[in-house]
C-alpha cells in the first residue's frame, strides 16, 4: 500500500514535471523557454517598438506639414528618420516576423516547441537589450545616430558618444537575429511530425525557412560592415576613408549587399502569412503550391545579385547597370509568380471578408503597387531622376507598410483567437483595417507625386511647390498612426475576454495542424507527435 | 506526457545548430579578414 502509494506520489510529481503550466509572476517571462510564451514577448515588444517607430513618424510629419522649420531642428530630425527606420525594420517588423514564427511553426510542423528553448529566450532578451541601447542613444551627448539607417560613412563617423552604443546594439539585434534563424532552421529540419515532409510543410513554416537562411548568410556580412565602421572611428583603420587608402563606396556595395536581402527578410514571412489566409477564406486549397515554393526560393536567391540596383547613381560601368537593372527586374518573375496564384487561389472561391482577409487582401493590392514603383526604379537610367527622392520614400513604404505590415496585422488577426481562445471584436477590427486601409493610401501616395517632382528625402525643409502634398501626406499620417491605436484595444480587449473561439476558429475550415488543439492552445502542445497523411 | 526529442534528434540538433552557426562566424571573420587584406599597407 506504502510502496504503491509512494509510487502514485512519485508518479504524481512526474506527470506534474511535465505537465506544468507557466510559472507566476514576472519570472515566467524572464525565464520561459516555451515558444507560446517567447512568441507572445516578441509580439508584445514588436508592437511596443511600431508605437516608438511611429510616434517618431509623426514628429517627422509634423515637421514636414508646412514648409519652413517648426518643431525639431535638422539635426534631430535627421536623428529621427535614421532611429524611426533602425526601430521599424529591427525592432518592429522582423520580432513581429519572429514572434509569428515563434508562436505558429511549431504549432504548424506538430513539434512540441522550437528545438531550442533556452537560446529562443536568450535571442529575446537580446534584442530587447539592443534597442534598450539604441534608444538610450538618443540621449547621448551630441544626440542619436542621424545618419540614415544605411549608417553610410563618412557621415556616420561624425556621430557623437551615441556611435559606439548604436553599433553595440546592431551588433546584439543581428546576433539575437542570427540565434533565432538557427532556432528557426533546426526545428523545422528536425522536429516535423511524422509524416509532413518538406513539401507538404505550410506555406508560412517554408517562407520562414528560407528567411532564416538569408539571415544567416547576410546578417554576418552587415556585422562585418559595421564592425569595420567602429574600427574606423576608433582605431584609426581606413577601410571606408578616402584619405587613408579606403574606400566609402565599398561601404555601400557591403550595405547593400546585406540590405537588399533584408527587404525580403521582412516580406517572405508576410507571403508566408498571406499564403495561408486567403485560401482559408476563399474556401479553396492554395493555387500553385510547389511553384510557390520554388517562387519563394528564386526570390531569395535573386536577391543576392541585384544589390548596386540601389547605387547606380555612385556611378558604376554599364555593363554593371546593366546587370543589376535586368537581375532585379528579373524578380518580377517569381514576384508574378506568387501574385498570379494567389489571385487563382481566389478564381471561383466562396469568398468571405474577415479581417485577416481585408487585410490579406489589401497586402494584395498595395505591396504590388510597391512591387510596381521598385520596377520603375529598377530601370537605371530612369533611376538617376528619381535617386534620394520621396518616390522612393513612397515605393518602400508601400512595400513595407501596406506589405509587410498589413500582412502581419492579418497574421494577428487570423491567429489571435487560437492564442487567446477568445473572438475578437470584428466591428472594431473591420474599422481598423478601413481607417488603416484608406489613410495609409493617403499618406504615401502623395509620395509618389512629391518624389517624381523632385522633392529629395531626408530634408527638414521644403520649397513651397510642395507643400500641398505634404500637408495631405501628413493629415494620412496622422490618420493611420491615430488609428492603430484601436489595434492595440481590439488585442488588449480580445486578450481580457470575448465568445468564446473554437478550435477551428473560422466557419471557413481552415487547414492545417495549428487547428487542430484547442483554442487557446495549451501551454503544452504535440507532446505525442501528431502523425500527418 | 511530454516526449522530447530523441537521442537520435539531439544528436542532429546539435551538429545543425553546430554547422549554422560556424557558417555565420566563418561569413563574419572571412568578410573582415577579406577587408583587412585589401587594405592599403
Redesign the interface.
Known sequence: MSSTHQHGHAAHDHADHDDHGPAKGVMRWLTTTNHKDIGTMYLVFSLVMFLVGGAMALLIRAELFMPGMQLVDPGFFNTMTTVHALIMVFGAVMPATVGLANWMIPLQIGAPDMALPRMNNFSFWLLVSAFSLLILSLFMPGGGPASGWTLYPPLVLQTGDAFPLAIFAIHLAGASSIMGSINIIVTIMNLRAPGMSLLKMPLFVWTWLITAYLLIAVMPVFAGAVTMLLTDHFFHTTFFAASGGGDPVLYQHIFWFFGHPEVYIMILPAFGIVSEIIPTFSRKPLFGYDSMVYATASIAFLSFIVWAHHMFTVGMPLAGEMFFMLSTMLIAVPTGVKVFNWTATMWKGSLSFEPPMLFALAFLFLFTIGGFSGLMMAIAPVDFQYHDTYFIVAHFHYVLVPGAVFAIMAGVYYWLPKWTGHMYDMKLANRHFWLSAIFVNVLFFPQHFLGLAGMPRRIPDYSTQFADWNMISSIGGFGFGLSQLLFVYVIWKCAKGGARATAEVWDARPKGLEWTVPSPAPYHTFEQAPVVK | ?????TAE?RR??RR??VL??L???G??VA??AS?VLK??H
Do not use: C, E, K, V
Not at chain 2, 506526457?1 to 526529442?5: F, N
Open positions: 506526457m511530454s516526449q522530447g526529442p534528434q542532429r540538433i545543425t545548430t549554422l552557426a557558417t555565420a562566424l561569413i563574419y568578410f573582415i577587408s587594405a592599403p
